[in-house]
């Protein structure tokens, strides 16, 4: 009499499930609809109905224009500080920037704002013996 549903997708639920649980929001539904109003720009009928996916992508999407918005904000920066972000005196006057990829590092600020739970630090530096000196000696108090 019953009949069982089936999934009519390729991807096992496993999968389905874990995809939409990568971001998890600890919003009321009351704070989820004011931040769809206040960021998203919707009217509190389209607010109500917004559903917890679609809140999800417009989140995504918020971050992504926010990201780019951010670097032109550095890319202006970097245009006005190329001039007077020098080291070195007298003839040896260099920029201190080489390119905008040593200033901004806009790959990684693009996965942070996609991916916000699989922020990995990008260390541009490496870690030499002198400074695990001064974070030894910092802490120590000396």
């Known amino acids: 009499m019953g009949r069982s549903k089936k999934s009519t997708s390729a991807e096992?639920?496993?999968?389905?499930?874990?995809?939409?649980?990568?971001?998890?929001?600890?919003?009321?539904?009351?704070?989820?609809?004011?931040?769809?109003?206040?960021?998203?720009?919707?009217s509190y009928t389209e607010a109500m109905r917004c559903t917890y996916k679609q809140f999800e992508i417009e989140m995504m999407a918020y971050r992504l224009k926010r990201q780019e918005t951010i670097f032109y904000s550095h890319l202006d920066a970097f245009n006005a500080l190329i001039v007077q972000a020098t080291e070195g005196e007298g003839?040896?006057?260099?920029?201190?920037?080489?390119?905008?990829?040593?200033?901004?590092?806009?790959?990684?600020?693009?996965?942070?704002a996609l991916r916000p739970?699989?922020?990995?630090?990008?260390?541009?530096?490496?870690?030499?013996?002198?400074?695990?000196?001064?974070?030894?000696?910092?802490?120590?108090g000396g």
């Open 91 to 112: 003839k040896n006057v260099r920029p201190k920037y080489k390119d905008f990829n040593d200033f901004y590092d806009n790959e990684q600020a693009f996965e942070e």
């Open 12 to 42: 096992p639920s496993s999968a389905r499930e874990s995809e939409s649980n990568e971001l998890k929001i600890d919003l009321n539904y009351d704070e989820i609809t004011a931040v769809c109003m206040a960021k998203f720009g919707m």
């Open 117 to 140: 739970n699989e922020i990995t630090p990008k260390q541009n530096k490496t870690f030499s013996l002198a400074d695990a000196n001064r974070l030894l000696n910092k802490q120590k």
